[in-house]
């Protein structure tokens, strides 16, 4: 039994696999057949060649220029992938707004749409970004195909843009005017919404500095309403980057040398008006210098030389700015033996278990470098050899350091250029290099307006035209004029600074002064003069300068009062006077000095012929110190004397001080006065008194110049405060109460504020390159002064560059 079940078993699957077989064969032959039909397909289609191409749809663009960018050609097979391939060509191109490719027996059909031509450009809504900055942003422009995907490109810039300048609220919509024969205006509807601010800055993890001393450290400020002059609380992504920076360099300057910013995030509020900026940092533990080394591969730079020059010590607390400094100043020092393209490397090794940074500073071995040649660029208007002879260095000669640095500073002191940079470039060797001198100009030529009020003078005005840069040669010409009520005076100058080409100054001057006090005082003055100049160098900071004057005064009192100590002067002088002066000067910029110092003495001496004689001798020392990173301290003293050598010193060769010099005061405002008898207990407010002058004087001035943020400077104001002292007294007059005029008759009048003792001014400034000229405001008050001195508060000046 159980072998005929056995038997039934095997024979039941015998049959089910051979019905398998029988499925399995089937489906074999049905794919086969597929394949062989597809196979057919194919065959069938590959032998239709193209026999033609059709190009439909198109308007400007040649049939010729699509052919050109399709995939397939007359006699080629068509394909559905080179068909496809082609469309995908055409689309790439932009010039095509809808692409269609088909087939008609064995022609080629293409059916184009083309894209409109831009007819016009057009911004909307925009009102702190001019029309002119949004065209240069952008890539679209009249007379080329309009495209969708480039306006969203060009949409993306103009946000970009305006996110750059902290408005991350700007929104911009492109539309699109159609006109005839297939073009279209393109405008840009503008959005520009407010500046987003900065709302407030937080740190995490700061445990020994507090949020305010590191917000100290930040470019980014929190907005606050006094900050309407400067950009720094506006959210700018690059700054919160540089903000990073900072915070770095601030904590390895206090020896945090695993100092690390883990994260710097602005997240934006709902209305887009402020960013509220999270800076997480890790402040880690005070490192120490260790050892301190220097490899140098040079044999004229020993290392024990080196090693005593620089300015990280062992022991001292860990000073990443301390380690630059080091390096610029061995290269600096290499630079001054010949060595230009020294490479200083600070290799540093940290010790995490004792907390110290030893640095080794390996100066790798260089040729000593000579100037091959000097080339000049960027000047349109200055010939060159005015900028070469203010170079140190001359082709041949030996790179130097500090002669570069004194070329850069000496070519910026001609006043001539907004920027000068000088690039040192590898020459044709490696022992060469050569300078390239960039400078930027500036405008030259002034042209000066200005207005003074006093109480007493009311009104005064000044003209003056000045062109620093003569024709491009270096020379100076100027002219002024100034008037008021009681004075007029005219100046004219010509300076030549390379006389006959070699290194002399020239110059000539004319002046033509008319005083008339004749509505409140008793005299009228008429001079006319020149003076004849020449200089010369005595070294690199030392220059001499001698002069000829001669001049005619001519001096009347007037009938209305008769002045016992202004009489003996009247009539007409002749003045034949030489002078001499020597002066120091390391200023670093003439126009606006940031550091230096100056020191000139001037002597005088007349009475070579004409019929005055005197010696006159004056002292002035300068000197400005920067205070903190833009502040800039001036402090100035001033004094002189002149002795009339057995006579009298005339009225006019005396010394006068006032406005502008003396700030506070009226132009010859304090000093001695003649006070006649009938004024005396009465009110001068609105009269004047003789202003007589001094043998002698002393003037002093302090005077901070303060930064108003990124913003006014980029506007191009400033401001300072400042304190003026200074007194000037002693006349050979003797006071009394009467004396004899020069026709025997009497007046009676007395000298007042005759004294050395101070007078003294305090107050503010402003300036301003505007639009319309360089503006200047003063305001000063005389906080001491004598009750006879005139004293005035406001004075502003205002002239026009070209």
Known sequence: MFRTFSILIISRTNKRLESLKNQFFKVIMVCLASITIALSSGSAQAQIAISDIQVTGNQRIESSTVESYLLLRRGDIYTNSLSDASMKRLFNTGLFANVDIGRKGSVLVVVVNENPIINRIVFEGNKYKKAKKLYEEIKLRPRIVFSRSKVRADVQRLLNLYRKGGRFAASIEPKVIELDQNRVNLVFEISEGPKSKIGRINFVGNKIFSNDDLKAVLISKESRW????????????????????????????????????????AELNTDKEFFFVNITLEEGKVFKFGKIKVESKIKELPNELLESLVFTREGNTYNLKATDQTVEYLTDIAGLRGYAFVSIRPRTKVDRKNRTVSVTYVVNKAPRVYVDRIVITGNTVTHD?????QMRLVEGDAFNTFKVNRSKIRIKSLGFFKEVEIERIEGDSPDRMVLEVNVEEQPTGEFNFGIAYSNATKFSIQLGLTQKNFMGRGQNIRTSLQWSKYS???NLGFTEPYFLGRNVLAGVDLYLQDMDYGQTASYKASTLGSNLRFGFPISEYITAQTRYTIRRADIKTLQSYRSPYLDNNAGRYVTSMIGAAIAYDSVDNPSHPNSGQRIVFNAEFAGLGGNVKYAKASFNYD????????WIMNFKIETGYINGLGSKVRWNDRFFLGTPRMRGFEQRGLGPRELPKELEGMDLTDRHTNALGGNAFYKTTLELFVPL????????????????????????????????LSDGTKAYSRIVGDSYKPRISAGIGFSWVSPFGPFRIDLAKAIVHDKYDRTEFFQFNIGQRF
């Not at 000197?623 to 833009?630: D, E, M």
């Not at 506007?715 to 007294?729: C, K, P, Q, T, Y």
């Open 623 to 630: 000197i400005y110190i920067p205070v903190y990173k833009r």
């Open 226 to 265: 006094w900050r309407f002059l400067t950009s720094h609380d506006t959210y700018d992504p690059d700054r919160l980057s540089y903000d990073s920076q900072k915070l770095r360099d601030f904590y390895l300057s206090q020896g945090y040398a695993d100092f690390r910013v883990t994260s710097a995030v």
């Open 488 to 490: 007029k005076n005219i």
């Open 385 to 389: 050899n005015v900028i070469r002879r």
């Open 709 to 740: 943020g990124s913003g006014a400077r980029e506007l191009g104001i400033e401001a300072s405060a400042f304190v003026d002292v200074g007194s000037v007294w002693s006349i050979d007059e003797k006071a009394s109460d009467s004396r004899l």
